[in-house]
């Protein structure tokens, strides 16, 4: 137990008033603590000297008022209290609560006043601005980022060059699905590579052949597939490009 705890609980424990499991605690303190013994030493001389000191009789008119006053509560009515009660509340309203209420009202009405003088007295200041037209015209990419590149360039914030966007053309996935079922199977495996070239609006022309198949029927169905169907053209900055595209064929034959 800690001595401040123990200290707090010297008088119970000399009263012998703490519950027994207290008591050993505080006991067992005191056993090995000095100071709080000394504390509970001075505590018990003080005691027993005003326990020497005579007794002091009562006053024989003090026991009668007690009893008239024990008597007048008991005979004392609800409505009789309800009513000392509120007069009580009312007399410390009008002594105390009061003055807080009217200094507040009067804070109050003091600080309409003052606003109302400020705005009486201060004149506004009115200034003739011309309207211009605003330009609600929309800006371009382009223009957004030289304005981005003179900011940086005052700030001397060195921008990197971002580097041109360019999209590779590109061919349907079933038109190469529908070229492999048109195909007949073979016993052989094949492979043919072409080179096509396609413009920007997506058509493919052959170029030349990379790698010659041994069937050379197989050529002529790869070319004429890839011709007839519609290509994606390469775009760079967002802008259609003619480009060219290689074209792999590979047949390959399975067996039981």
């Not at 200290?7 to 703490?18: A, F, K, N, T, W």
């Not at 060059?161 to 094949?190: M, T, Y």
């Not at 590979?250 to 067996?255: R, V, Y």
Request: proline share 7%.
């Amino acid at each position: 137990m800690l001595c401040r705890k123990v200290l707090s609980q010297l008088s119970e424990y000399i009263d012998e008033v703490l519950d027994p499991d207290t008591a050993v605690q505080v006991f067992q303190h005191l056993d090995h603590c000095e100071n709080c013994r000394k504390e509970f030493d001075s505590l018990v001389m003080i005691q027993q000297k005003l326990r020497s000191l005579p007794a002091v009789q009562t006053p024989n008119y003090l026991r009668s008022l007690v009893q008239i006053r024990l008597s007048a509560g008991r005979k004392e009515p609800i409505s009789a209290r309800i009513r000392n009660v509120l007069e009580r509340r009312w007399s410390i309203i009008r002594t105390t609560e009061g003055i807080w209420y009217w200094t507040r009202a009067l804070g109050t009405v003091m600080t309409t006043i003052f606003f109302i003088l400020i705005a009486s007295v201060v004149t506004p200041y009115y200034m003739n601005v011309e309207a211009h037209p605003i330009d609600w015209k929309p800006r371009s990419i382009d223009y957004s980022q030289q304005v981005m590149k003179n900011v940086s360039k005052k700030l001397g914030i060195n921008t990197p060059q971002a580097p041109p966007s360019r999209i590779n053309p590109a061919i349907n996935i079933l038109c190469l699905l529908r070229l492999g079922q048109s195909v007949p199977p073979s016993d052989n495996d094949d492979n043919v590579s072409l080179l096509y070239a396609v413009d920007t609006d997506g058509a493919a022309k052959m170029q030349g052949v990379v790698e010659y198949p041994r069937n050379r029927e197989l050529l002529s169905r790869v070319n004429e597939m890839i011709t007839n169907s519609p290509f994606r053209p390469a775009s760079k900055n967002g802008k259609a490009v003619p480009s060219q595209m290689l074209i792999m064929y590979n047949s390959i034959s399975i067996s039981n």
